[in-house]
Nanobody, 124 residues
Framework: QVQLVESGGGLVQAGGSLRLSCAAS????????MGWFRQAPGQERDFVAA????????YYADSVKGRFTISRDNAKKTVYLQMNSLKPEDTAVYYC?????????????????WGQGTQVTVSS
């Protein structure tokens, strides 16, 4: 079992920054890839970013590439999502997820455990 708890969401103006954190407990998540997804009202849950077990490889959705950075600290069992140059269209609930794969995954169905989500609202 893995428990994931996100934090760091909030209200920010367009162009601003936020840093999301995802604290993990349970199995050794340091051995597995992690990801961030987001879901806006009335829309499907979309992939945002993923990071492999070591942190050496990352992958981003085109919509956030160059603005968001995913990272991890396995000693702290924490994954981060640094979000810069935020846009109103980034408004969503952001979810952290853990997979049983070592390598990058972008499909929600490949993730086993999910956090409760944290709201990010970007005002124009």
């Amino acid at each position: 079992q893995v428990q994931l708890v996100e934090s760091g969401g909030g209200l920010v103006q367009a162009g601003g920054s936020l840093r999301l954190s995802c604290a993990a407990s349970g199995r050794s998540v340091g051995n597995y890839a992690m990801g961030w997804f987001r879901q806006a009202p009335g829309q499907e849950r979309d992939f945002v970013a993923a990071i492999n077990w070591s942190g050496g490889n990352t992958y981003y959705a085109d919509s956030v590439k160059g603005r968001f950075t995913i990272s991890r600290d396995n000693a702290k069992k924490t994954v981060y999502l640094q979000m810069n140059s935020l846009k109103p269209e980034d408004t969503a609930v952001y979810y952290c997820a853990s997979t049983s794969y070592y390598s990058l995954r972008s499909r929600s169905g490949e993730y086993d455990y999910w956090g409760q989500g944290t709201q990010v609202t970007v005002s124009s």
